[in-house]
């Protein structure tokens, strides 16, 4: 039985700390990234700022992984189609990327 879970991730830096943050949807993170914010921010304003990393993230809950986690990284507004470990990103996924780019 396959239990692999696909989430967004935020990672946020800033110079003291390191804050991780899985959403569902990039809808949902650009949301509550406005709403910390206090301003109404675009998907390409969170792409725009250096202290945010961007990916899609997989995790898979097999007992038999060894590193359960996956990344998909965003370079020059692009998402990588294929993660560091040699998955292929779904079209799902690369579609919603685009659709809000």
């Not at 110079?15 to 921010?41: A, P």
């Not at 202290?51 to 020059?76: C, G, Q, S």
Request: proline share 2%; with cysteine; hydrophobic share 30%.
């Amino acid at each position: 039985m396959k239990n692999i879970i696909y989430e967004w991730q935020c990672c946020y830096t800033d110079e003291d700390t390191v804050h991780s943050d899985f959403f569902k949807t990039i809808k949902e993170c650009v949301e509550q990234y406005s709403m910390w914010n206090g301003k109404r921010l675009t998907f390409k304003d969170l792409l725009d700022d250096k202290t945010i990393e961007f990916t899609l993230t997989v995790t898979n809950h097999h007992p038999d992984a060894e590193d359960n986690k996956e990344y998909a990284f965003v370079k020059n507004y692009k998402l990588d189609e294929v993660n560091d470990m040699g998955r292929k990103v779904p079209q799902k996924y690369i579609k919603e990327f685009n659709n809000l780019i």
